[in-house]
């Protein structure tokens, strides 16, 4: 396989929401999304695949915002290595958050723009190797002074080889 090329992709009914600050299922028309406000997360879960060739990850996430017209968006990604013997259950493992920078929002409620987070291979990605399961946690964060109003629509999120 190519750099570049999708490894996964996971969509709104694939979230496995945390107990707390939780992204709200819901529909825009007839499109599943995830509400985020700030603080609020969404994670998704899988094995990393066996074509993966040992390079980064760029994740690709796919937004649209519910009625902000102005000012940024910020959202950061964790990588939780579970693996063979690599993580408890009990706990939480992720490796440090990766984030978009501020990103400022379409001009147009329910326009979907797509950001990225980089995660370099090794601690960036928890060590994550190939064929080992994981977790992909996302959460909206706050931008200092020019938060945009109201929920952040997350439809997709792809993740690619870098």
């Given amino acids: 396989m190519a750099s570049g090329?999708?490894?996964?992709?996971f969509t709104p009914q694939c979230n496995e929401p945390p107990y707390n600050n939780i992204a709200i299922p819901d529909r825009r028309n007839?499109?599943?999304?995830?509400?985020?406000?700030?603080?609020?997360?969404?994670?998704?879960?899988?094995?990393?695949?066996r074509?993966?060739?040992g390079n980064?990850?760029?994740?690709?996430?796919?937004?649209?915002?519910?009625?902000?017209?102005v000012n940024d968006i910020k959202l950061e990604t964790y990588i939780e290595r579970i693996g063979d013997q690599q993580q408890n259950l009990d706990s939480d493992g992720f490796a440090a958050a990766q984030n978009t920078g501020d990103i400022t929002v379409p001009g147009t409620t329910g326009l979907v723009d797509?950001?990225?987070t980089?995660?370099?291979?090794?601690?960036?990605?928890?060590?994550?190797?190939?064929?080992?399961?994981?977790?992909?946690?996302?959460?909206?964060?706050?931008?200092?002074?020019?938060d945009a109003?109201?929920?952040?629509?997350?439809r997709f999120v792809e993740i690619k080889e870098t």
């Fill in 51 to 53: 074509h993966y060739s």
């Fill in 114 to 116: 797509i950001i990225t």
């Fill in 56 to 69: 980064g990850l760029t994740i690709y996430l796919h937004y649209a915002m519910t009625s902000a017209e």
């Fill in 118 to 146: 980089t995660h370099a291979n090794g601690g960036e990605m928890d060590s994550l190797a190939i064929g080992e399961g994981f977790r992909l946690k996302v959460k909206r964060i706050a931008v200092a002074g020019t």
């Fill in 149 to 154: 109003a109201d929920d952040l629509e997350l």
């Fill in 5 to 9: 090329d999708s490894l996964l992709i």
């Fill in 30 to 49: 007839q499109h599943p999304i995830l509400d985020m406000a700030i603080d609020e997360i969404a994670i998704f879960s899988s094995v990393l695949p």
